[in-house]
């Protein structure tokens, strides 16, 4: 009788240990593009200093330049180059974020965004509310998102946006700023530009 009950402790240690490792749920991302854009490498953008007109729009904060700090990150990586204090750039780009906390599985409404005149409407729920409660009453949980446009600073015609939401347990480490933000960023930019209009779960 010892043997198999030892088995069947390692076996529920495993799983659990399989839970903990769960890092982060999948990310829902949108994206939306009249054309697909064909900037050379080496072009030069710059980062608005104040957030993206939504639901994250006020002074930029410690919490946001984590999220500013990561779409550079990405962008760079695609090949950009940010220019420089009094230098001028073809690309304005403008970040927004939002978090918002609350009890049990999160929920959201539909959002809406759109590029030249086309709009798109996403929060289907994919990949949200993933956390799993063993007990104990409801996780309270960290709704995050984060809103990036990139505009032709000569016209101000935006001409690529994307919006990208998770969930997580608000006391789990990918609720921390710098891991949340470089996980909704990678989401983000994956395969940039991105299908126009289509929403995705990026793992």
């Known amino acids: 009788m010892t043997r198999p009950f030892s088995v069947a402790l390692l076996a529920a ?12 749920p999948p990310v829902e991302v949108t994206r939306f593009h009249n054309a697909v854009p064909g900037w050379a490498p080496g072009t030069r953008y710059a980062v608005a200093t104040t957030p993206l007109d939504g639901p994250g729009a006020a002074m930029p904060s410690l919490e946001w330049n984590s999220y500013r700090a990561a779409v550079d990150q990405q962008l ?36 809406s965004v759109g590029v030249g005149g086309s709009t798109g409407s996403y929060g289907s729920g994919v990949g949200l509310g993933l956390g799993i409660n063993l007990g104990g009453g409801p996780k309270a949980m960290a709704d995050l998102q984060l809103a990036v446009r990139i505009d032709d600073s000569a016209s ?18 990918a609720a921390q700023p710098s891991l949340a933000a470089a996980k909704l960023a990678e989401a983000l ?14 793992p």
Do not use: M
């Open 189 to 202: 930019f994956r395969d940039f530009p991105g299908e126009s209009g289509r929403t995705i779960s990026v």
């Open 13 to 24: 240690a495993a799983l659990s240990l399989g839970g903990c490792a769960t890092a982060v």
């Open 76 to 111: 760079q990586r695609l090949g950009l180059v940010a220019a420089g204090a009094n230098e001028r750039a073809p690309l304005l780009v403008r970040v927004s974020f939002d978090r918002s906390e609350e009890r049990g599985a999160a929920r959201r409404s539909p959002v």
């Open 156 to 173: 101000g015609q935006a001409l690529w946006e994307g919006r990208a939401l998770t969930a997580v347990p608000v006391k789990a480490p």
